[in-house]
């Protein structure tokens, strides 16, 4: 993983997910919740050979080489996206404060650590899955009707807002290649 400069685990990876996609705390390794999540990964890869690349339907590619324009993002944001996430990045929450839709920035968002704090990994999700709802077929009527630039605009403007740091950073990327959408 060039991020930590090593080979990360499984543990580790999930791990790394619940201190900056969560902005938590990591589980002890020996958990039950971990090992159950562990444990279901191994279930879901069963019939998989090791090494073999799986095709993941609502996963691709942005192309890196666009310039992010700002302004547009927060148009494409307000037109569509606020409705789920809110006019301030706050997400929505049902009556027993569970949250249905995520928040993008604030306080309970990932933090500065996060993939999805950098402009292009978002934007890549985004592009793919966002927004939720839009198709009528195919996994939870997921997204592909933005063209590149507009998931990268609509990125720039949401990776952008404040929200938690990340003290770990200091960490990352020992060995150098920081891509050119790091935070930090
Ligand atoms: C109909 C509601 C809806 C709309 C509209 C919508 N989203 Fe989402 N969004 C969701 C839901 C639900 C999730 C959580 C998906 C999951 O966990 O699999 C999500 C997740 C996300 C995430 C991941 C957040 C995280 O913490 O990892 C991002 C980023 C995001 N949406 C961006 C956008 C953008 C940008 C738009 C507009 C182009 C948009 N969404 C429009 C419902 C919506």
Redesign the pocket.
């Known amino acids: 993983m060039p991020r930590s400069g090593k080979e990360v685990d499984l543990e580790g990876r999930i791990n790394g997910c619940f201190m900056r ?1 969560m902005n938590g705390k990591p589980l002890p390794r020996e958990s039950e919740e971990m090992q159950a999540m562990v444990a279901y990964m191994k279930w879901l890869s069963q019939s998989t050979p090791k090494n073999q690349k799986v095709t993941i339907s609502n996963a691709g590619e942005v192309d890196t080489s666009l310039v992010a324009d700002t302004a547009r993002g927060e148009q ?2 307000y037109a ?2 606020a ?3 809110g006019d301030n990045g706050e997400g929505m929450k049902d009556s027993r404060g569970d949250i ?5 920035w604030g306080d309970e ?2 933090n500065i650590g ?1 993939g ?1 704090a950098r402009t292009y990994k ?1 934007a890549a ?2 592009k793919y ?5 839009i198709q009528t077929k195919g996994l ?1 009527g997921h997204g592909n009707v ?1 063209t590149d630039q507009d998931a990268v605009d ?2 720039e403007f ?1 990776a952008h807002k404040p929200r938690p740091d990340f003290p770990g950073k200091v960490n990352d990327w020992p060995t150098g290649n920081k891509p050119k959408d790091a935070r930090y």
Do not use: E
Not at 129 to 133: E, S, V
């Open positions: 996609s494409i944001y569509q996206c409705t789920c996430h249905v839709f995520p928040p993008l968002s990932f996060a999805m978002a999700f985004v899955n966002m927004p939720m709802g939870w933005l609509v990125s949401f």
